[in-house]
């Protein structure tokens, strides 16, 4: 199989080429992807970036025409984002603190909706 991916719904972006592609010839195609399905990480790609991806078949005959694409069509790798710097906890009252923090300057890929205090 042959997995590309690529910034552009095109896969074009690099002089008319995909950005990346990895080639995988299996040993043995009686017993590999069948149980378990084929997968292949796609790594160094740019948080919060969308990258479609497409996968095609190959036999001795060569590679599909066409490829398999996901449901979702592309992607942008994220994880958890960096905790908020500079954290401040001050009396507010004789009963309570007060507790203040700057955003947090990298959200991970993905936009911050809350805090947990």
Same mark, same amino acid.
């Given at each position: /199989? %042959? @997995?590309?991916?690529?910034?552009?719904?095109?896969?074009?972006? #690099?002089?008319? $080429?995909?950005?990346?592609? &990895? &080639? %995988?010839?299996?040993?043995?195609?009686? #017993?590999?992807? !069948?149980? @378990?399905?084929?997968?292949? @990480?796609?790594? $160094?790609?740019?948080?919060?970036?969308?990258?479609?991806?497409r996968v095609y078949a190959y036999n001795s005959f060569? /590679?599909?025409? #066409?490829?398999?694409?996901p449901a979702n069509l592309f992607e942008a790798p %994220?994880? !958890?984002?960096?905790?908020?710097?500079?954290?401040?906890?001050?009396?507010?009252?004789?009963? $309570?603190l007060k507790v203040s923090f700057p955003a947090s &300057?990298?959200?991970? *890929? *993905?936009?911050?909706?809350?805090? %947990?205090?």
């Amino acid at each position: /199989y %042959k @997995v590309e991916w690529d910034p552009l719904p095109t896969f074009d972006s #690099t002089n008319g $080429s995909p950005m990346g592609s &990895h &080639h %995988k010839i299996l040993t043995d195609p009686a #017993t590999e992807c !069948q149980s @378990v399905p084929c997968s292949y @990480v796609i790594s $160094s790609l740019t948080k919060g970036t969308s990258y479609y991806t497409r996968v095609y078949a190959y036999n001795s005959f060569g /590679y599909s025409v #066409t490829a398999g694409t996901p449901a979702n069509l592309f992607e942008a790798p %994220k994880r !958890q984002p960096v905790p908020p710097s500079a954290v401040s906890v001050v009396p507010s009252s004789a009963s $309570s603190l007060k507790v203040s923090f700057p955003a947090s &300057h990298d959200n991970g *890929g *993905g936009d911050i909706t809350s805090y %947990k205090i």
